[in-house]
Every structure is written in C-alpha cells, then in structure tokens.
C-alpha cells in the first residue's frame, strides 16, 4: 500500500516551486489562482524572494501547502493514495490532496491559521526547543514537573522530541532534560510555541473557519496528528483539526500506525525531504 505524506513549516526553501510553475500549465493556473486568493503574490517571494521573507508565517504556512498540494495536483490520475497524512501544517495538504477540502477553501483555512498563529505569539511570546538523544517518556516527565507550561510538540522521530511553552520554562526544561542525559536540548529559531497551550488564541479563531468550511469525505483515510489514527468522518476530522493547535504532532506514532496497517512505500509530496529521514528513523 502506498502513503502520501505532506511536509510541514520547516521545509520551505527560495526557489520551491518555481520547477512545477514553468513545467506545467495546470500548476501555474494554481499558483495564479493562489496569489489572487491570498491578495499578493506569493509566487515572487517563492521564487525569488529572501530567506526572510520566506519565513513570515504568513507565507511559509501558504507556501509550504502550494508546493504540496500542486506537486499532488500535477500527478493527475498517478496519484492514488491507500492512505495520507501530513506534519501539522501538512496535515492541511492531505486534508485536500485526498479530496476533502477544496483548493480554495484550504488555501484559505491555512492563511487564516497563519495570521491567528502569528496574532497568539504576539500577544503571548513563546518558543519551542528541539530535544536530542532521550527517551519520549523521560521528556514527558521532565516538561510534567516544571511549573511553567512546557509540554511535548512535536514527536518526531525516536530519539527526536520538540518541546513547547514559554520561555522560562523551555529554558528551565532544556537544563533539567540535558542534566537527565539529553545529548542536546537546543531552543529553535521559531516565531512561537506551537502545538502548546500557547497557542489557545489561535485555536479558538480557527474554530470558527474551520466550522463554517465545507467538508467532504476523502478518497482515503487521513491518519491526523492529534492521535495517529485515521479517520474519513468529517465530523472528526475537523474536530481532530481544531485540537491541532494547542496538541502535540504524533509523527512517530503516525508513521508506525501507517505501517502497522499495511504502507510499504511512503511518497513524500512538497519541499524537501525532511520526512523521509523521520520515516527512516521511525521505521528502523
């Protein structure tokens, strides 16, 4: 059985997409289409644009599901997934590659998901911290014991956890994890601590766009991040898609789940290659 995977912030990088663009008339229409939606033209900053420039949220979200969802797109009928998932924001993509939200309403819901992401970590400054070398339980009970909020984000791969919360306690969890044997607990260069209670702002803007967006059932389960366990309800997807935020992103569990179920080839679809070296990890 074949999985699809969809990349999350991260990944992006200047000159992403520009192949697909001038290669296919069917990707240049989407990427038309997609700076008329988002009111300025994100294909520039893309294509040509800074490394700075790249990093807004308010373009990396976009940019990241463009490259995605149209590399997905152009494979026409070649596209035939057993089962798809993605990495946060990812997660966007597989929602429309596997047909369960419509281009443009995906595209919409992730541009508002970066504008209210960006809006919480104003109002809220926080960060994240990359976790090397220690069991997940032993960085569970770590962030447990600290009195701020830091919590597990990310679970990348065994061996590699992304920690979450303010800056106090992100600092203050990084001491006590490298003294409990950590090889390095390191502070990320991100505009906030996502997948946190940090986030509650945003999750709560999001609802609402998320509540009032058309739904379909998808060719294919989607395995979503919030538990690692597929789903094709609506209802449950866009409930699952609401915890997102404020929840941790379950890849290890995700990719073992997929596995476990029957995925021997795992096809990664936007920029770069960063979940094939989790997959690897994961499926050692």
């Given amino acids: 059985m074949k999985a699809y995977v969809f990349p999350g912030q991260g990944a992006q990088f200047v000159g992403m997409g520009q192949d697909l663009y001038n290669t296919s008339q ?23 644009g800074t490394d ?20 997905a797109f152009v494979l026409g009928t070649e596209f035939k997934p057993d089962m798809v998932a993605g990495h ?4 966007f993509s597989a929602l429309v590659a596997s047909k369960a939200l419509s281009f443009e309403d995906g595209l ?7 504008f209210a992401m960006q809006k919480a970590c104003e109002l809220n400054p ?18 447990s014991q600290i009195s701020g909020v830091v ?3 990310n679970y990348n791969c065994p061996g590699q956890l992304v920690i979450s919360g303010s800056f106090e306690a992100v600092a203050e969890a990084c001491e006590k994890l490298k003294e409990a044997g950590a090889k390095r607990a390191l502070q990320l260069q991100v505009g906030g601590g996502f997948h946190s209670p940090c986030m509650q702002p945003a999750k709560e803007e999001l609802e609402q766009a998320i509540r009032n967006t058309q739904f379909a059932t998808p060719v294919c389960p989607i395995y979503q991040n919030v538990n690692a366990k597929p789903y094709k309800d609506t209802e449950t997807i866009k409930n699952n898609l609401i915890a997102q935020l404020t929840s941790p992103v379950r890849w290890t569990q995700t990719v073992q789940n997929m596995s476990a179920d029957g995925a021997v080839e795992f096809v990664e679809l ?3 290659t960063v979940l094939q ?3 690897k990890k994961i499926l050692v």
Avoid: W
């Fill in 26 to 48: 069917e990707a240049k229409d989407y990427f038309d289409k997609a700076n008329q939606i988002l009111g300025f033209n994100i294909t520039d900053i893309m294509f040509a």
């Fill in 52 to 71: 700075d420039e790249l990093k807004q949220t308010k373009v990396t979200q976009p940019a990241v599901f463009l490259h995605s969802v149209i590399s």
């Fill in 88 to 91: 946060s924001l990812g997660e």
């Fill in 108 to 114: 919409k819901l992730v541009s508002a998901r970066a």
């Fill in 126 to 143: 926080s960060t994240m911290a990359a976790v090397l070398g220690l069991d997940d339980h032993k960085v569970e009970e770590v962030c």
């Fill in 151 to 153: 919590v597990p984000a």
């Fill in 270 to 272: 936007g920029p770069g």
């Fill in 277 to 279: 070296g989790l997959i």
